[in-house]
């Protein structure tokens, strides 16, 4: 459930310090997240998820020095997609309503990290551009310890060698940060983890060509 207090929440947080950890098994139905790792295990198994890449477009290079991690994309289609894309809606929307930042869409994919994978410092979105605006990583690992790793780890806007965050990937935990401000990384996991990255958007879907 989305609560008016909740979404105020988000946007002060947002506002003040450009990220927060989430959790959001209050927010979402019971059993979303495990239908959610239940598509991405089979994914995973079928080998159905591609090798992720560094930009888009013709700019799109695939570095594994940098990261490492398999996605696919979410449509929507699914039963499960279909409600997590309502919850996406209705955050799209209250962030809208209190931040003003005119989200217009959003797109998401699963992510598949295997044991010694990572993703380097980043940031998701190139400032100025006015695409992604904010970020959304969800988790869906039932059961993660401590030794298992994987942490996303959270750098200061201002000073991008200051952690100021340290996010276990946990079943329904979350980060929330603005695109173009939080640089953040994955760090290497002892076990397969699995997470889908949301990022809501300002610019209109492109017309097919």
């Known amino acids: 459930m989305v609560s008016d207090g909740w979404l105020d929440e988000l946007a002060d947080s947002l506002s003040e310090k450009a990220w927060i ?5 209050g927010h979402l139905p019971v059993g979303l997240i495990a239908a959610l790792r239940n598509e991405v295990e089979i994914l995973d198994r079928t080998e159905a998820m591609g090798r992720a890449g560094i930009g888009r477009g013709a700019d799109l290079t695939r570095d594994r020095s ?3 991690d398999k996605i696919a994309w979410l449509d929507g ?3 499960a997609q279909s409600e997590l894309f309502r919850f996406f ?3 799209r929307v209250g962030l809208n309503q209190r931040l003003f930042l005119g989200l217009k869409r959003y797109e998401a994919h699963y992510a598949t990290y295997q044991p010694g ?3 380097k410092r980043h940031l998701d979105s190139f400032r100025g551009r006015a695409s992604r605006v904010v970020s959304l990583v969800l988790y869906l690992n039932e059961g993660w ?3 298992d790793g994987g942490e996303l780890r959270v750098f200061s806007p201002d000073n991008e060698d200051q952690m100021v965050g340290l996010v ?6 979350a980060a929330l940060f603005l695109s173009e401000d939080v640089p ?3 760090l290497p996991a002892n076990r397969t983890r699995y997470s889908i990255a949301c990022w809501f958007r300002q610019d209109e879907v492109p017309l097919p060509l």
């Not at 276990?168 to 935990?173: K, L």
Request: a negative charge; charged letters at 35%; hydrophobic letters at 40%.
């Open 21 to 25: 950890e989430l959790d959001l098994l």
């Open 66 to 68: 940098v990261r490492r």
């Open 77 to 79: 289609y699914t039963a």
């Open 89 to 91: 809606d209705a955050l």
């Open 117 to 119: 994978d990572f993703y």
């Open 145 to 147: 310890q401590l030794q």
């Open 168 to 173: 276990r990937p946990e079943a329904g935990r």
């Open 184 to 186: 953040h990384e994955v």
